[in-house]
């Protein structure tokens, strides 16, 4: 069973917390975190609020989110690509199932399949998370290596554009992440 976003925000911890214009009733997005990283070279870039990411064509990497996801045992995700971001010619390839437990941030398999370049800014919304209830079970929950590390779309308001293009949504987000973490 999905679970709707009036459970979801109660049950798994979001840091920072969404917009509301990130959540709708079965989703929420996902925004361009700090870090973008390509397997093939093993090169990392760091990304600043108002820079953009350019992503080229025939590029193939991975965007860290900036959400950062402490997922109860009784639920599991899904990683889906916003439909925004399918028309700018970039697929967020689906990375398979967040695991129930699953803590850190997502790392978003990112390609850009069309003719031209594409930009995405820090703290621009890019995917979206589904989030499934999972059965009673004995299985006990495992812990991937991937848990609490990093690596081993247009904007729908005016403001929100505003704010992407000057950094200072990405620089709000983060002050808020930098706070929790500190916590």
């Not at 798994?12 to 397997?39: C, E, F, H, M």
């Not at 080229?56 to 971001?85: C, K």
């Not at 987000?173 to 916590?183: C, G, M, S, V, Y």
């Amino acid at each position: 069973m999905i679970v709707p976003s009036e459970k979801f925000l109660q049950e798994v911890k979001i840091t920072p917390t969404p917009d509301s214009y990130q959540v709708n009733i079965a989703a929420v997005d996902l925004r361009v975190g700090q870090l973008a990283y390509w397997p093939d070279t093993k090169n990392e870039k760091t990304l600043i609020g108002g820079l953009p990411l350019c992503i080229n064509p025939g590029d193939h990497f991975l965007i860290q989110t900036l959400e950062s996801f402490e997922i109860p045992e009784d639920m599991m995700a899904v990683v889906y690509p916003r439909s925004g971001t399918n028309r700018k010619g970039i697929t967020v390839d689906m990375t398979g199932v967040v695991d129930p437990g699953y803590k850190g941030k997502l790392m978003i398999p990112v390609s850009n399949l069309g003719q031209e370049p594409v930009e995405f800014y820090p703290g621009e919304r890019i995917a979206q998370i589904c989030f499934h209830r999972v059965e009673p079970h004995s299985t006990e929950i495992r812990e991937s290596k991937y848990h609490a590390n990093g690596i081993a779309a247009l904007p729908d308001k005016a403001h929100e554009a505003e704010a992407l293009a000057n950094g200072s949504l990405f620089e709000v987000k983060i002050q808020l992440l930098n706070r929790h973490e500190a916590t």
